[in-house]
């Protein structure tokens, strides 16, 4: 899972000190590294990118000071490729007729058969990342202008993939057909924004145009917005419902619905599907099931409590795993309040079980602090299945649902009691049904059937 964001000024304002305020906004969608990439007043292509969080990755100060109208970002969450720098994005590549530069969110499930065909081609791959597999499509068209190569190249992939290039002076957004990640387009006086969430495009001032719709290709220059068509039929759509359920920003709109409203709803879904009368209060995992938690005790009736906190200044580079950090687990992380929670019955509710490790060990700290109760609610169905389309789930056998029975995971983390909810109660909340949505990862329904073009070029 990736986040990316670019802007455009048809007044040629710098615009790559907003780059970086919307990378920042869409930093939970990569931690790993964060980089950008310009077009100068020649139609050069200059890129910055650097490890770990955006303040670290890049200097704002410096970004700020840089003269140009046109820009992309993106912050990396490995799927594809390690966590190495050299598959930092965006990826930049230069030839005879000008450079370009591109930045994905999404994972493309034909990676190696496509790598493979380019390879026999003679193509030499720079990184281990699945998006350069893009720019090899393109230049292995040079007959065509460079956005025909590039709209060409797209139905050849399959998968995920929202991507935004800088093509000579201008911006081009893509989305796949079957719309499986989101791209949202905003404007700001003359600056126009693409957004892989909209709460970027709130941070930098900007309105909401609409969505990119899937199978669309945007191109943005001085003339404003116009639109193609990927030149590829499919049999449904997959947006990514746990998109909804935990990865987007709660101050987000995805497919026109607050995902803070859509949150609650499943929260107050849970409460209907699986009531724990009996208990005391209802709270939430901090940050993944406070919102469900919520909709829970105003569906339930139960009073929310905040009981168990999150430390805010905890990253992923926070202090490195020595043997006396691995000791303490969850509670670098999380703590609950011992006067909350001594003598209650509790029920905790998270948005998903994955391996169940952080449940286990954040049931068994409850317990530690005097709880009589600890009844779990997930707010999504059981994850038995591993996610090819951009989100880093474990391997099936990783994957606590599918090895074992609720009650076998209730026991396994502790739990008095366990429950999930159902895929039919999960997409009334989302307001959707199946021929528009991805539930690959609970009910393991991948993408099957569809064409793609031939390989020839």
């Not at 995992?285 to 929310?304: H, N, Q, R, V």
């Not at 202090?319 to 001594?342: A, D, F, M, W, Y």
Request: charged share 25%.
């Amino acid at each position: 899972m990736c986040g990316i964001f670019g802007a455009f000024s048809s007044g040629e304002r710098p615009v790559l000190e907003d780059v970086y305020l919307g990378l920042y906004a869409l930093q939970h969608r990569g931690q790993e590294a964060a980089g950008v990439a310009w077009i100068n007043g020649n139609r050069n292509v200059h890129s910055l990118k650097g490890s770990g969080l955006v303040h670290l990755a890049l200097d704002q100060q410096e970004l700020s000071m840089i003269d140009t109208s046109c820009a992309i970002g993106h912050v990396r969450y490995s799927t594809s490729g390690g966590s190495e720098l050299t598959n930092a994005q965006p990826l930049t590549a230069t030839s005879s007729r000008g450079a370009v530069a591109i930045a994905h969110n999404g994972n493309l499930t034909n990676a190696n058969e496509i790598k493979s065909h380019l390879e026999s081609r003679g193509a030499i791959f720079q990184s281990r990342t699945d998006t350069e597999s893009i720019l090899h499509l393109m230049a292995h068209q040079p007959h065509k202008t460079r956005l025909d190569a590039f709209v060409d190249s797209l139905p050849r992939l399959r998968g995920a993939y929202s991507l935004l290039l800088v093509i000579d002076d201008r911006i081009v957004a893509a989305r796949d057909p079957w719309g499986f990640r989101p791209l949202i387009l905003g404007k700001r006086e003359d600056v126009y924004y693409v957004s892989s969430e909209s709460c970027a495009l709130d941070l930098v001032g900007a309105d909401i145009i609409r969505e990119v719709e899937p199978g669309e290709v945007i191109v943005i220059d001085k003339k404003g917005i116009s639109s193609l068509r990927i030149p590829l039929e499919v049999n449904k759509q997959y947006s990514c419902s746990f998109e909804h359920v935990y990865f987007a920003r709660p101050d987000s709109m995805i497919n026109g619905r607050s995902v803070y409203e859509i949150r609650k709803a499943l929260g107050s879904k849970l409460a209907m599907r699986a009531p724990c009368e009996e208990a005391d209060f209802v709270t939430g995992m901090p940050d993944s099931g406070t919102i469900s938690a919520i909709g829970f005790s105003e569906e339930s009736g139960l009073p929310y409590e905040k009981a168990i906190v999150r430390n805010r200044y905890v990253g992923r580079t926070f202090i490195e795993p020595t043997q006396r950090v691995r000791e303490l687990g969850v509670k670098i992380k999380l703590n609950p309040i011992k006067e909350l929670i001594k003598d209650k019955k509790i029920v905790i509710i998270d948005d998903s079980i994955v391996r169940g490790t952080t449940c286990q060990r954040m049931i068994s700290m409850i317990r530690e602090n005097g709880a009589r109760e600890v009844h779990v609610r997930i707010s999504s169905p059981p994850v038995r299945f591993p996610c090819y389309y951009g989100i880093d789930t474990p391997t099936r056998e990783e994957l606590a649902a599918a090895r074992m029975n609720v009650q076998q995971i209730a026991q396994q983390v502790g739990a008095d009691s366990l429950a999930f909810l159902t895929e039919e109660d999960l997409l009334q909340a989302i307001g959707t049904d199946l021929s528009k949505t991805c539930t690959a990862c609970f009910t393991g329904r991948y993408m099957e059937g569809e064409q793609q073009n031939v390989m020839e070029l």
